[in-house]
């Protein structure tokens, strides 16, 4: 494994992160997740990236247990607040309340003290940033937090935040869009953005939800138990995986196979 630090903080995280979005809680079943924890930190990821809402909750719970006789100081402990995790007017969004409580529940659903980087799963755009910026710092200042994060901002939202970040003096140091050969645009705006700011990228979907795999064959069926299949009460994730089942993208990916057996 190889690591690196990240934006222009002193943290080090390892080049490929963990994260739990679909699977814990979701396609695969707890001892399953537990195993494919350990064969991570087996080869030296020490970066999990998770969220409140994932899984109504409950990959949080998963990844904690996975984690439970880890030694904390090894691993980096991501995790979001934004999207609904409740039915109450207040369980969704970025005001003070919000962050405050999720993250308290958080904390305790992952069985540690605090989060490594406690990212904004979405901008929020009925809450002042101000309010937003604030309740961040002040879990920095409570110890509950190391450091912050933005997911999918703008390249103007995540400069309005630096600046408040720096106001208040603490560390915003990442930002989590979707990224890879098929999805590149925050190549223009978000990418020289956050190299001024100091933040670094920890993206999702690095793979384009598995098509990049070479897995899916220009016209053949799916796979059985694939992403792209599955019908199973996602249909989410079906969507984003079959918005790339065309011929042309799937015979350019086939072509690619030479280059990463090379």
């Known amino acids: 494994m190889k690591y690196s630090k990240l934006g222009n903080s002193g943290l080090t995280i390892s080049k490929l992160a963990y994260g739990n979005w679909i699977n814990h809680g979701g396609k695969i079943n707890e001892e399953t997740a537990h195993?494919?924890?350990k064969a991570a930190l087996?080869?030296?990821?020490?970066?999990?990236?998770?969220a409140d809402v994932y899984s109504d909750t409950k990959a949080e719970e998963i990844l904690g247990r996975s984690l439970k006789g880890i030694r904390r100081e090894s691993i980096e402990l991501c995790t979001k607040?934004?999207?609904?995790?409740g039915t109450g007017k207040n369980d969704r969004g970025l005001s003070r309340k919000h962050i405050m409580e999720n993250c308290h529940a958080s904390l305790q659903r992952l069985q540690t003290d605090y989060i490594d980087i406690y990212y904004a799963h979405r901008f929020d755009p009925t809450t002042p940033l101000e309010e937003t910026m604030l309740a961040f710092a002040d879990l920095v200042r409570q110890g509950k937090v190391n450091y912050i994060g933005v997911s999918e901002w703008t390249a103007e939202q995540i400069t309005r935040?630096?600046?408040?970040a720096r106001e208040l003096n603490v560390p915003l140091i990442a930002s989590q869009p979707q990224y890879s050969m098929l999805w590149r645009i925050i190549e223009s705006d978000v990418i020289p953005t956050c190299q001024r700011e100091g933040l670094g990228q920890v993206?999702?979907?690095?793979?384009?939800?598995?098509?990049?795999?070479g897995k899916y064959l220009p016209g053949k069926s799916l796979p059985t138990n694939s992403r792209a299949n599955s019908t199973a009460g996602k249909p989410f994730f079906k969507n984003l995986a079959q918005r790339w089942m065309n011929n042309n993208t799937l015979e350019a990916i086939q072509k690619l196979k030479l280059v990463a057996s090379e």
């Open 203 to 213: 993206v999702w979907s690095p793979l384009a939800q598995g098509i990049l795999t």
């Open 35 to 37: 195993d494919c924890v």
């Open 42 to 50: 087996d080869v030296g990821i020490t970066t999990f990236d998770t």
């Open 81 to 85: 607040v934004c999207h609904p995790t």
């Open 161 to 164: 935040g630096a600046v408040l």
